[in-house]
């Protein structure tokens, strides 16, 4: 068993295990702070509409896996728990059932600076949920009045308890520490965007086709929403023309050129400084749209509209990879059946410039 995937090993072992099910009340299985952090991801999330990336639970399982103390990203964990969640919702019912351990002495793993440390459980725990910790966040937060739950007696070696020797892992010590940390990462920016790791490719066809439109109308500013690393806009200031990046990721982040002008801020809810004859909304939409909504990301692009000649739009990188960065995909979809119909909601006039 491997400690990154113990979680699923435990639930696919549990036909095998003679213990009797239980009807528990979900309140007596929240002792654990990840299961705290999944509560207040739900009521962000699904009541505050606020994107998951400024959730203190998406900062923690960022935190883990940068490190290397959690095998898995976080975007999979989060659409994994989001689409448990709408399962559970549809259907009312948990299909597979908790696993809780009675509090007796029971020691588990803590994991500081990728060294293992055993630990000793708080006195006043009274269970502690090993596997299923998404499920009772859920039954919490939709106010069920039980869970199905499997309750095992302290026992692990030699056959007595788990077929097998199970090494918990037990993160309540690790959060703790690190919370502060989280909540300054949060405000300061999002945790989780584009901080280096995630190279953009620039078709060239798609540079071709930005380049080809600027130098054509020949601007005197221009600005770059959602800039990234100015794959697209720093060449235009040898011809003269006065850029503007802006982005909501830290310069230090991006990897910016030194003379690049430049500006950290949340084109959501800040206004520009400043007006242009052409500004650049590249590949932004969407992601606004799926943080945020279609309603939003509308408003932000009519607020943009006003304050330039030329907005040169486009509705997404196709070659984006991962769970997060393919489900604004889905989320567009919802709305728009084609890229035409994407185009033809804003009820203005455009021109098609080319496709990448």
């Not at 239980?22 to 699904?46: A, H, W």
């Not at 095992?152 to 940390?181: M, S, T």
């Not at 720093?234 to 003269?240: A, D, S, T, W």
Request: include cysteine; charged fraction near 25%; glycine fraction near 6%.
């Amino acid at each position: 068993m491997k400690l990154d995937n113990y979680e699923d090993d435990l639930e696919r072992l549990l036909p095998e295990i003679e213990a009797p099910v239980n009807q528990i009340p979900p309140r007596l299985l929240v002792s654990d702070k990840n299961i705290e952090y999944m509560i207040d991801f739900l009521e962000k999330t699904f009541v505050e509409s606020v994107p998951y990336q400024k959730i203190r639970y998406f900062a923690f399982l960022l935190d883990v896996y940068k490190k290397g103390l959690y095998m898995l990203t976080p975007e999979i964990i989060i659409d994994r728990f989001i689409k448990l969640y709408q399962d559970i919702k549809l259907t009312g019912k948990i299909h597979k059932p908790v696993v809780a351990f009675f509090n007796n002495g029971l020691e588990g793993l803590s994991f500081h600076l990728g060294k293992k440390e055993p630990v000793n459980l708080p006195e006043n725990l009274s269970f502690w949920v090993i596997s299923g910790r998404h499920r009772v966040a859920i039954a919490n937060f939709l106010k069920f009045e039980t869970v199905p739950t499997y309750v095992l007696y302290n026992r692990f070696d030699n056959g007595a308890g788990l077929p097998i020797k199970l090494l918990p892992v037990y993160w309540k010590y690790y959060i703790e520490q690190n919370e502060n940390v989280y909540e300054e990462r949060i405000k300061s920016t999002y945790v989780g965007i584009f901080n280096g790791s995630y190279q953009a490719s620039i078709d060239p066809e798609k540079r071709s086709i930005v380049r080809e439109f600027v130098l054509k109308v020949n601007p005197k500013k221009l600005i770059d929403v959602g800039c990234n690393k100015g794959e697209l806009s720093y060449e235009f200031m040898k011809y003269g023309i006065q850029v503007l990046g802006i982005d909501i990721t830290p310069r230090d982040q991006l990897g910016l050129p030194d003379d690049y002008p430049f500006l950290q801020m949340d084109i959501v809810k800040e206004e520009l400084p400043t007006t242009a004859d052409i500004i650049l909304f590249l590949s932004v939409y969407h992601h606004i749209l799926y943080n945020y909504g279609k309603g939003t990301a509308d408003k932000v692009f009519m607020k943009l509209l006003k304050n330039t000649h030329y907005l040169v739009f486009d509705s997404g990188h196709p070659e984006e990879q991962g769970v997060y960065r393919q489900a604004w995909i889905k989320a567009m979809r919802e709305h728009f059946r084609t890229e035409k119909q994407l185009l033809d909601h804003f009820g203005l006039p455009y021109k098609v410039l080319g496709k990448w």
